[in-house]
């Protein structure tokens, strides 16, 4: 799969996109005549986001993509020349440029799985000066992906199963990359569509969008359109002139709302028309444009029973300001008598959809049962994630030459896990999750029904469990640069994501303080652990 032949590729990260002191150690590596030892990084996270007690793993695709394509190019190379020592032996630069992927192993969590602090989102190995100069771009690729993921997650699990969630964050986003990463994430954490299209194109992202207050307030209400004759939706019988046929209609409807007909807005009324003539399949109005009651709900009306005459559905209304939960309470029961009045019994039912600066906690109001709305667009708190603006991950040495190796700091929570691992999640006879237990990947896997001690992480003592399933949580992806496996589609990755939060008990899956979930070390991880922290050889 050639990055040129590939759309995706082209959002792919360059191998520049690093920090300076990844050269700098692949230069020092390459001195000290290192650069082809195998070694072995783990990236992962050390606390869950948003104070939640889990997130979801995201990025995959986007870091095989970026192996896949992985090559310094002749101006990399000059670029790097200039930026190091300028005595620097130039068979370097030529050993950068003969640099590829060819010799890397990657080990990770599929796309949607639940991710929990300590447990590797990515395992990488191959050559150490590679596998170091990988670090920052597969941070990047990974850590924002997972926290938008995440954050969509939690917000698809206030507003629960029913309601059209929609992305629509692209002009808030941080940069044109940042946008087309939180479009398609948050599709993997559970949004169902995004306002940006090329997320679409690239990405598969169902794309949604109507119409903006700039379009309705650009008509005047003196405009004429060219051809305002429409068809009837059944292909059969003469067209119909709509705007007559919309006047005609809001006579009627401003008796029934005990309206004076010149209220509403003849401008709003006209771009309603616009857009019903050129969508007469997927007309929406949005209402608060001048005034939700005396003209946008008046001047909808009007065009979608004209409409209705013809054998067209409207597809919804769109609220923009305001208290959303009771204008859309105010606007359904409006919907309900003009259904009755006119007799068209669609139009009860037809959806409502919000918008404005939607949080967690208008999202949970706006969730709660009777409040009428059917569609949440929510731009900004999705994107930026304003309760925690980065996911924290880390990527760490944890093997070199076979050899375990361990960060000893100041700091406890710093330390890292030696070695190279294996992960499985221990699950009860119900399929509920009991733990994460980290092993040395030497050491045969846990079996169901056969009792085990573990060390939860940051308990003093061990405790003993035994699962009726194992499930072993790292799949291997790439083998010494060849794909092991075709990555799932994304929509595929959405249905996972969906099914690991399911799995989820109640109290791991409140979003204010939830119960944390365990990870373990086994007893042999936790004896190394003990061995190496109280100084003994690496």
């Not at 986001?49 to 793993?57: I, M, R």
């Not at 679409?200 to 008509?219: E, I, K, N, Y």
């Not at 003539?277 to 946008?296: H, N």
């Not at 930026?384 to 700091?409: F, H, N």
Request: with cysteine; hydrophobic share 45%.
């Amino acid at each position: 799969m050639a990055a040129e032949q590939d759309p995706e590729g082209r959002a792919a990260a360059r191998p520049l996109l690093t920090d300076l002191y990844q050269a700098t150690m692949a230069l020092g590596y390459w001195r000290a005549g290192r650069a082809r030892e195998p070694a072995e990084f783990e990236l992962f996270f050390r606390r869950c986001p948003f104070g939640g007690a889990f997130a979801l793993a995201a990025g995959l695709r986007d870091c095989l993509r970026f192996l896949h394509a992985f090559r310094l190019q002749d101006a990399d190379v000059q670029f790097l020349a200039s930026v190091l020592p300028p005595d620097t032996d130039p068979a370097f630069f030529e050993h950068l440029r003969s640099l590829d992927c060819s010799g890397v192993t990657v080990r990770a969590l599929p796309e949607g799985s639940l991710a929990l602090p300590g447990v590797p989102l990515l395992q990488v190995s191959g050559p150490l000066l590679v596998v170091q100069l990988l670090e920052t771009p597969l941070l990047c690729l990974v850590s924002y992906a997972s926290l938008i993921a995440t954050n969509a997650a939690r917000l698809r699990l206030i507003a629960g199963p029913e309601k059209r969630l929609l992305e629509m964050g692209l002009r808030r986003a941080q940069g044109p990359d940042g946008g087309l990463t939180a479009s398609t994430y948050s599709y993997l954490g559970g949004f169902d569509a995004s306002s940006n299209v090329l997320a679409g194109q690239l990405r598969g992202v169902p794309v949604a969008g109507t119409l903006a207050h700039s379009f309705v307030t650009s008509f005047s209400g003196t405009e004429v359109p060219p051809d305002p004759m429409l068809a009837p939706a059944a292909g059969r019988g003469p067209r119909v002139d709509l705007v007559a046929c919309v006047e005609a209609w809001l006579e009627r409807v401003c008796a029934h709302l005990g309206l004076g007909v010149q209220e509403p807005h003849p401008g709003e009324r006209a771009a309603f028309v616009a857009y019903a003539l050129a969508f007469p399949q997927a007309f929406q109005g949005l209402l608060d444009t001048y005034s939700v009651r005396r003209s946008g709900l008046p001047n909808f009306l009007a065009v979608a029973l004209a409409l209705g005459e013809l054998g067209y559905r409207a597809i919804g209304v769109r609220l923009d300001s305001g208290d959303l939960l009771q204008q859309a309470q105010e606007i359904r029961a409006h919907l309900r008598t003009s259904a009755a009045q006119f007799q068209v019994p669609w139009l009860e039912s037809v959806p409502i959809a919000v918008s404005n600066n939607i949080d967690e906690g208008e999202l949970a109001r706006l969730a709660q049962e009777g409040s009428e709305v059917n569609v949440i667009g929510i731009g900004t708190s999705v994107v930026t994630c304003p309760r925690q603006p980065s996911l924290g991950c880390v990527y760490k040495l944890v093997s070199v030459g076979g050899q375990p190796r361990m960060k000893l700091t100041e700091d406890p929570d710093k330390q890292t896990l030696p070695g190279s691992k294996a992960a499985f999640r221990l699950l009860g006879s119900d399929g509920s999750l009991l733990l994460d237990l980290l092993q040395l990947s030497e050491e045969p896997p846990p079996q169901a029904g056969q009792e085990l001690r573990v060390w939860p992480r940051g308990a003093q003592v061990s405790r003993t469990v035994r699962p009726a399933h194992v499930e072993p949580l790292l799949r291997l992806w790439v083998q010494e640069g060849q794909l092991c496996e075709p990555l799932p589609s994304l929509a595929e990755s959405r249905a996972f994501a969906q099914l690991s939060l399911s799995l989820l008990s109640p109290a791991h899956r409140r979003l204010e303080q939830p119960e944390l979930y365990q990870v373990a070390l086994s007893e042999k991880l936790q004896a190394l652990v003990a061995r190496l922290s109280a100084g003994g050889p690496q």
